[in-house]
């Protein structure tokens, strides 16, 4: 172990693992875990003024001792950053750790003081509870740890970094047998592209939790195309994350501090979409308003649009959209001259595109216009490795919105969840993960907190065909039928109502409006 330790030390690094005997006669050896020393080690040391060193760190690890000593000038000339320092702590924290030697909190504490002190940062160290064990602030900062750690959870990524209204933190979780031990995170502002190296998350400050490999491609390809200006198409079923990655695309382009204007083709009437998407001048029909009103495209000058459920969209507005595509140009309803736009489009579908192409309710010129970039999301049963880590995610920022104590899943109900084949994707497994909350008010949730379909045997671990867009778990037309005019009689018609049963169901509300118009409850 020491000697892996020390090696990777050495390459990551580049520090200085064996020291000088005459050095090693002056430094004090620390009985347990690690030290820090900064140079000269004692004041008496005759080489004071040449100390080839920057910073020394004495371990104790399982009573073997060893030193490490960051160069002042290193190998690369590469300035000791604090990035690099902090790295370096967690390497050690991990590794201590793995030697299961229990670190003793308050030399943990002087380390990151005496740390904090050389980096001219802030930082925290959070227990797994959220307990503050460090908080080392060299300026005043006025978020509260307890906001910290509520937005660090929700970040959902074990590394990373986050926004606050303080600027930007780098974070890390560690682990200890398998299980999260706590979380260091580092006030770093403004961030330094040399900082941004590989052992950090590049995924920035918007996060989408998912580790699985193929999810993992996919948020690396996004991320190559959110700076271009390409038009994309994302497609998956519904509740796989389309929204989601449409913003994520918005957010890590340059048009970031522009709007990011969405608009859902399926749930606004026809006859509404129209004005909605390219707005109209006054008096251009009955009931307009006066003076006329912007569309969306106008509206996300500068930005972004995303056109959501594309495969809703009238034929005869397609063709208007394609004009859009092709001249980037806006006309407003009942105008006689057109607008410049200059707009990134994101558009997005849960059906077959090739499918509606052939039944001629999609033009094939809009689809190869919008198909530039094509991004095929994965149903979750076809990721299920990442299923436990977005129960995690969820589990713990629906504690904190609910500020209830934390809770874990037990082996059990994750066997279930994991079993489960998900036809609402992530949005139906967070419903399951609110649901489980509301109704357990201790530690663990066991099988009997998760909703009552997802015990029925014959949902349970069946593999379902695959389907672009598969409806509500396993209801047959009667019996969805049956349960949408028990909704809406409980809930009423509005929208708001529409929004509260689209969630109970676990699905969009452009689902809801589909089955709606489907069984002609509108
Ligand atoms: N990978 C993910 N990690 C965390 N949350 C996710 C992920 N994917 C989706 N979600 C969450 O699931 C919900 C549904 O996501 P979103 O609305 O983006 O899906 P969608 O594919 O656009 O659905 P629809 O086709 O029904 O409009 C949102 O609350 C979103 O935050």
Redesign the pocket.
């Known amino acids: 172990m020491r000697k892996d330790f020390t090696e990777a030390l050495k390459e990551i690094f580049g520090l200085v693992t064996d020291l000088p005997k005459k050095c090693l006669s002056l430094i004090p050896r620390p009985q347990v875990g690690y030290r820090v020393l900064s140079t000269p080690c004692t004041p008496t040391c005759p080489e004071a003024a040449t100390c080839p060193y920057d910073l020394i760190l004495t371990f104790n690890l399982k009573d073997e001792g060893f030193w490490v000593a960051f160069p002042k000038k290193r190998e690369n000339n590469a300035n000791i950053t604090p990035a690099l320092l902090l790295k370096f702590l967690l390497i050690v924290l991990e590794n201590l750790q793995a030697l299961e030697q229990e670190v003793d909190n308050s030399l943990v504490k002087n380390a990151l003081q005496f740390l904090a002190s050389q980096l001219d940062t802030n930082i925290f160290l959070f227990d797994r509870k959220g307990q503050v064990i460090v908080s080392q602030s060299n300026s005043p900062i006025s978020i509260s740890t307890f906001d910290l750690w509520k937005k660090l959870n929700q970040a959902g990524e074990p590394e990373g970094l986050i926004e606050t209204t303080e600027g930007n933190f780098y974070y890390r979780a560690f682990t200890k047998n398998g299980k999260m031990a706590g979380i260091l995170a580092w006030k770093t502002e403004p961030i330094q592209p040399e900082e941004t190296d590989s052992y950090f998350s590049k995924d920035s400050i918007f996060i989408?939790?998912?580790k699985n490999p193929r999810f993992l491609e996919i948020k690396k390809l996004v991320r190559q195309i959110a700076i271009t200006n390409n038009t994309v198409l994302l497609q998956?079923e519904?509740?796989?994350?389309?929204?989601?990655f449409a913003r994520y695309i918005h957010y890590l382009s340059p048009r970031k501090d522009r709007p990011f204007i969405a608009i859902n083709c399926a749930a606004i009437p026809e006859n509404l979409l129209e004005s909605e998407l390219f707005g109209y001048e006054d008096g251009s029909f009955t009931g307009a308003r006066r003076g006329g009103k912007p569309g969306k495209f106008e509206l996300a000058n500068g930005g972004t649009i995303f056109l959501?459920?594309i495969g809703d969209m009238p034929i005869q507005l397609q063709a208007k959209l394609l004009r859009v595509l092709e001249e980037r140009r806006v006309e407003r309803i009942g105008a006689t001259v057109s607008y410049p736009v200059d707009i990134r489009i994101i558009a997005?579908t849960?059906k077959n595109l090739q499918e509606l192409i052939d039944a001629k309710l999609f033009r094939e010129d809009l689809f190869f216009r919008l198909n530039v970039f094509p991004v095929h999301i994965p149903p979750l049963r076809e990721r299920r490795d990442d299923i436990p880590l977005?129960l995690d995610?969820y589990l713990k920022n629906i504690c904190l919105e609910q500020n209830k104590p934390f809770k874990i899943f037990s082996p059990e109900a994750v066997q279930i969840l994991k079993n489960y084949h998900w036809p609402g994707n992530?949005?139906e497994l967070?419903n399951v993960v609110a649901y489980a909350v509301s109704l357990c008010e201790g530690d663990i949730i066991t099988p009997p907190f998760l909703p009552k379909y997802l015990l029925n045997g014959s949902l349970v671990s069946t593999p379902q065909p695959k389907v672009i867009n598969p409806g509500f778990p396993n209801l047959e037309s009667r019996k969805l039928k049956e349960r949408l005019e028990i909704l809406l009689a409980e809930y009423g018609h509005s929208t708001q109502a529409k929004r509260l049963i689209a969630q109970e169901l676990g699905?969009?509300l452009?689902?809801l409006y589909r089955w709606l118009n489907k069984y002609r409850l509108k």
Request: charged letters at 25%.
């Open positions: 989408i939790p998912g998956g519904s509740g796989t994350g389309k929204e989601l959501d459920e997005a849960n977005l995610f992530v949005r967070k699905v969009s452009a689902t």
